[in-house]
């Protein structure tokens, strides 16, 4: 098995979690946020469902410039779904034809003409976006809380759902 095939699982499962939680943010919440310094719903879930489609761009290009980048800006729930599942294809395609050596070359984020982060792809892949997919959906968990909206059932049940 090749260190991609074990993202592609890995991938595909907390694709599949993170899914149950993206149905169920509602439009009509976008502009919710619980702090003034916290993202709001509908960014939040913007970011997450953008995540996943980072990684072809990963594996295909030696380096991103984050210089004018614009995070997504959702309207409805299906533009979240949409904009997910299309990364989430993506990234498992690339990922099923990806080499040991690509994912051990190094991958560089710049932005403002300095390297802000240089590592392994399989590092990137790990950390910028799987852990941070993960990372995000354990906010989005909250939100739903703090929205009467029912938690989904994640690594075990929860308050909502058994297993």
Known sequence: MTIAEGFV????????LTRKCLERVP????GWQPHTKSMNFGTLAGHI???PGWT???????????DGYQAPK????????????????????????????????????????????EMPRVAVVRVWVLSHMIHHRGQITVYLRE??????????GSADEKE
């Not at 072809?56 to 984050?66: K, L, N, S, T």
């Open 49 to 51: 469902a953008e995540i």
């Open 147 to 156: 929205n009467d909206i029912a938690v989904p059932s994640i690594y075990g």
């Open 27 to 30: 439009a009509d919440k976008f």
């Open 9 to 16: 699982m890995e991938l595909a499962h907390e694709a599949g």
């Open 74 to 117: 959702p309207v409805t729930n299906a533009d979240l779904l949409t904009a997910f599942d299309g990364g989430v294809a993506a990234a498992l395609a690339e990922l099923k034809k990806t080499s040991d050596e690509t994912m051990m070359g190094t991958w560089q984020l710049k932005g403002g003409g300095q390297v802000i982060v």
């Open 56 to 66: 072809a761009g990963i594996i295909q290009q030696p380096e991103w410039v984050i």
